[in-house]
């Protein structure tokens, strides 16, 4: 890690440090003084913030995105493709979002996309804060409770890894969390109309926010069914999200002509869906375990009977049910090939929620008949802020130490760089409209501009291979069986075929950047119409090999090798 990555990590250790201490030695007043709690809440955001900035990666995956939210503003409207109708993301919401600014003021969009990221990050640590409190109060009619547990549990969102990984990342994940969290204070707040839609965004968002919609949606109608709502709770909640979903829904099958093609089968999904969800256990180990805690609270504390504390005590359950929905609807899934367990990003914001509000409601909430003694007592036990700091700590070295956080993040941030390297360098100098087919299209599809025409060849954002929807013979949680170790179209049977169909310009035989060695090898489609063509980037031990149409292969080099920035040398 290179000077500048290393003190950053000291000043992310620094915050914790800092916070760690306030949370023990200041737990007495957290739960009595609203300027400590404000102050030290400032001092989580900064911990959230120190957290995020340690990874300060953009994925690959969001260039995509980016490369949409760029032809809309620049009146191409919705397409990856200028003139080819494929929804090749599944984040209409966060697209949108995205758009605004460089539509309204011209901005970058990957600047807007970053800075939005990292202000829902820091959104959710708030949203936790309130909504343990408004649990905790709900169960005591009110009552002031235990404050510092809203703080606890912002901590601990702000120790999440997964969540400050992909907070800069310019994907959708923080906002998808921060609704999730805004559905479930809205539940709390007995809001039906405002959680549908909510529930409705998030699903806008995110696939995955389908689950949140529908389990929500359950807990309500179960909720009604026993007596302990009206009926129009669930009918309410239904109709704020169907204001949104249906012409939404409406707009997607009439604009669209194709969506997005790809996919693995059943059973590689149903085992890479388990390696992802174990992995994640090891991480999250702490995260669980207070789960653990927090489910025998809920069971074994049954004191209160009035129907405030009653209804406190369910609304607990509802971020409890919303994680294992998550992690089971991503496990059937087969989990997903970028690091930091994107996918279950929310799951541990949902759990340190519901950690901590079973505590104050199942301990810390005051009992009959002589509340405050009690209540006094609990407030100035130091066990819930040193397991809160203990458990960021934890989160820490997770990040910075385990293989798929830090490390892996980093590493992909390398890989993005090197493709959106190759894609401006093909972008300036390849003539306008010239097809040019890649594996990985975000990054580089994004620096090449709309001048191009980008064939993804994973079958992401084309649509003939969106209409085709073929599988590829997939590894491990999505990822191509490369077929030389090199490029990624030998493990797309019937898609390498089908891009060679389209005669494109130039194949990019890569999805991970640069190697370090020349590389000739080529895909046995490609043979007789296409030739390898080597590269060196100037100055450097940076290679790139690409497949030129033999016919046009003369004049492509000469427009690749006119800027010096690459070397074009003939394979042996």
Not at 35 to 46: E, I, Q
Not at 159 to 168: D, E, F, K, M, R
Not at 352 to 358: D, G
Not at 503 to 523: K, S
Request: contains cysteine.
């Amino acid at each position: 890690m290179r000077r500048a990555g290393w003190a950053v990590v000291a000043v992310t250790i620094g915050a914790w440090l800092a916070l760690a201490a306030v949370l023990v030695a200041a737990w007495p007043r957290l739960n009595a003084e609203p300027g400590w709690r404000a102050a030290t809440m400032a001092l989580t955001l900064a911990f959230s913030l120190a957290h995020q900035l340690l990874y300060s990666t953009i994925a690959e995956d969001a260039f995509v995105t980016f490369r949409y939210a760029r032809n809309i503003a620049d009146g191409y409207g919705p397409v990856f493709n200028p003139g080819e109708r494929v929804e090749g993301y599944s984040n209409f919401l966060w697209l949108v979002l995205i758009t605004l600014p460089r539509a309204m003021f011209g901005g970058s969009v990957v600047t807007g996309a970053v800075v939005l990221g990292v202000l829902c990050t820091l959104g959710a640590v708030l949203l936790s804060y309130f909504l343990v409190n408004r649990m905790v109060a709900d169960a005591q009619h009110g009552g002031a409770g235990m404050r510092g547990l809203g703080v606890a549990a912002a901590a601990l969102t702000a120790g999440v890894s997964s969540l400050a990984a992909y907070g800069p990342s310019g994907l959708e994940t923080s906002l998808f969390v921060l609704l999730v969290l805004t559905v479930c204070y809205a539940v709390a707040a007995q809001r039906p109309v405002v959680a549908g839609v909510i529930a409705a965004l998030a699903a806008m968002t995110t696939p995955d926010g389908l689950v949140v919609a529908v389990v929500v949606g359950l807990w309500l109608v179960a909720r009604a069914a026993r007596g302990h709502t009206t009926a129009w709770a669930p009918s309410a909640y239904a109709l704020g999200a169907l204001v949104l979903l249906v012409p939404w829904t409406a707009w997607r099958l009439t604009f669209y002509d194709h969506p997005a093609g790809g996919g693995i089968s059943p059973t590689e999904r149903l085992g890479a869906g388990w390696d992802y969800l174990a992995g994640f256990a090891l991480g999250y180990q702490a995260f669980l375990l207070l789960t653990a805690a927090a489910v025998a609270l809920l069971l074994t504390r049954r004191r209160a009977q009035d129907p405030a504390a009653a209804r406190a005590r369910a609304v607990v359950w509802l971020p409890l049910l919303l994680a294992v929905a998550q992690s089971m609807f991503v496990g059937y899934a087969g989990g997903d090939p970028m690091p930091a367990w994107r996918l279950l990003a929310v799951v541990p914001p949902l759990l340190a929620v519901a950690a901590a509000a079973a505590y104050g409601i199942g301990i810390g909430a005051p009992s009959v008949p002589s509340p405050k003694p009690r209540a006094a007592a609990l407030a100035r036990r130091r066990t819930v802020p040193v397991v809160a700091a203990a458990v960021c700590g934890l989160s820490l070295v997770v990040t910075t130490a385990h293989p798929r956080m830090l490390p892996a993040m980093h590493e992909w941030r390398t890989a993005t760089g090197q493709l959106e390297q190759i894609g401006g360098w093909l972008g300036e100098n390849l003539p306008q409209g010239s097809v040019v087919s890649a594996y990985k299209p975000g990054a580089l599809g994004y620096r090449a501009g709309p001048a191009l025409v980008i064939v993804a060849a994973s079958g992401r954002a084309d649509e003939h291979l969106g209409a085709r929807a073929q599988q590829p013979s997939a590894g491990a949680a999505g990822y191509p069986a490369g077929g030389d170790g090199y490029g990624g179209y030998g493990g797309y049977e019937g898609y390498d075929g089908y891009v060679v169909s389209r005669m494109p310009l130039v194949a990019v035989d890569t999805d991970t950047g640069y190697t370090a060695e020349q590389h000739c090898g080529m895909d046995p489609a490609f043979a007789g119409l296409y030739e390898v063509a080597s590269f060196q980037r100037a100055d450097t031990e940076q290679w790139v090999s690409l497949y030129v149409r033999r016919d046009a292969k003369r004049r492509v080099l000469e427009l690749l090798e006119a800027d010096g920035t690459y070397r074009h040398v003939p394979c042996a």
